[in-house]
Structures are given as C-alpha cells and as structure tokens.
C-alpha cells in the first residue's frame, strides 16, 4: 500500500429540491490505495451512489477534485474522461446490466478493449470465477449469482486500476453475496486495485481494509 490510485478532495454536489437547493455531499474526502478495499455505508438516499458515480467520472461534481492514478481530471475534457474510464475504472452495478442477447462469453469479449494487455485470456477469467460452464449461456439461463460473477469478470477484464462496486450483493443470497466481495477482495489483493464498494449488506463489512459512514452528506471512518 501507499501508493493512492484514487483520491477525491472536498467534493460538492447538490441538487434542486423545488425551490431550494440540497447539498448532498458536504466537502468528502477519500483517498483509497493500492491493495486496499473501501466499503461505504449509509441510509438510502445518503448520496453513496452519487459519490461513487462522481468518483467513476459518469457525473461531474459542483466543486472539488477527483484524481484517479495521479490525474487531477476536475477540469479535464468529457473525452478525457471516457478515455480514462475506460482504460482505469472497472464498474460492478447492483443488477449487472448484462447485455440479453450475449453469452458470458461474448459480455467479456465485446468488452475488451484490443489494445488493452488484459489480465488474463477470457477463457481463463471465466475459468477463474467458476463460470467456464455457463460461458456459452445467455443471461436468461443463468442463476442470479451467475450473472453478477459475470459482471465482475466483465469489471476485472480490461485489468482497470480502480474498481467501483454499487451494491453487489444486493440481489445474492447470504453464501453468494460473500463469494461476490471475495472475489473483490481477491482482486484487489492480488493484482494492487483500489476498491470501493457502496453496500448495506453488513455481512461482508468485515472483507474490507475500511469502513466509511456517509450521512447527512458527510463521510466519516468508521
């Protein structure tokens, strides 16, 4: 650890509630380094999810800073952004958002990028996730906890420094939900990602190196 591969500095971000405006995030600090997985908690509607889109450079905040791998991207272009999302940022998303008509096979392989040197063949990352026996399969047919192994494959197979996970184990049982952040963890650990998982599933709060509360706009270690 020590070197920080994702920080965000005093970040803002309101939105207009009728005729006021609510500041939703009050100032955040975070900073997450190699090696390291981050879980943030909170009520619903604390912002976790906003932050964590800001920190994945899909929605700009209304003031502070995001640096991803020693990029200050605050003031950067859109396309600099795509750009950088694409070859550093990994997205795992609460319903997997895999595509109906690909097999798992075909969600990785459309996926990767043909200049990217990817962690490992696709065949092998599906292998490594226990999923070589559904990667011909489309969506419909496989098990929930399929689809969101799938959907971290897909996170993990263009060898993204950051990874950003939206609640994923929100629709997995108790045994699945901990295989998910495992796998995360595993990652992380092995191949010096920083992580952050938005999550409300306390069960797995233990898989993390540390533990954010996020209330009232404001982000406090727990």
């Given amino acids: 650890m020590g070197n920080t591969l994702i920080e965000l500095k005093n970040i803002k971000k309101s939105y207009k509630d009728g005729d006021a405006y609510r500041e939703i995030l009050k100032d955040i600090n975070l900073s997450v380094d190699a090696g390291q997985l981050v879980a943030i908690v909170g009520p619903s509607g604390s912002g976790k999810s ?5 920190a994945g450079l899909l929605l700009g905040a209304d003031s ?24 550093h940022i990994g997205f795992i998303f609460q319903n997997h958002q895999l595509l109906p008509f690909l097999t798992a096979e ?12 990817a962690l490992m063949p ?8 226990g999923l070589d026996k559904v990667k011909k399969q489309y969506p419909a047919k496989m098990s929930g906890g399929e689809k969101q192994r799938v959907a971290i494959a897909r996170a993990f197979v263009n060898n993204p420094d950051v990874i950003l996970a939206d609640e994923p184990t929100a629709s997995l049982d108790k045994e699945r939900g901990r ?10 650990k092995k191949h010096n990602k920083a ?22 706009g404001v982000l406090v270690k727990q």
């Fill in 195 to 216: 992580a952050i998982m938005v999550t409300h599933d306390e069960r797995v709060l233990d898989l993390a190196d540390a533990v954010y509360l996020l209330e009232d």
């Fill in 179 to 188: 295989q998910v952040v495992e796998m995360i963890r595993a990652e992380v």
């Fill in 122 to 129: 696709v065949d092998e990352l599906l292998l490594n996730l």
């Fill in 50 to 54: 906003t932050l964590l889109t800001i």
């Fill in 64 to 87: 502070g800073n995001v640096i991803i791998d020693g990029n200050d991207m605050t003031k950067r272009k859109q396309s600099e952004w795509t750009k950088l999302r694409k070859n």
């Fill in 106 to 117: 075909e969600q990785l392989s459309s996926f990767q990028k043909k200049e990217c040197k």
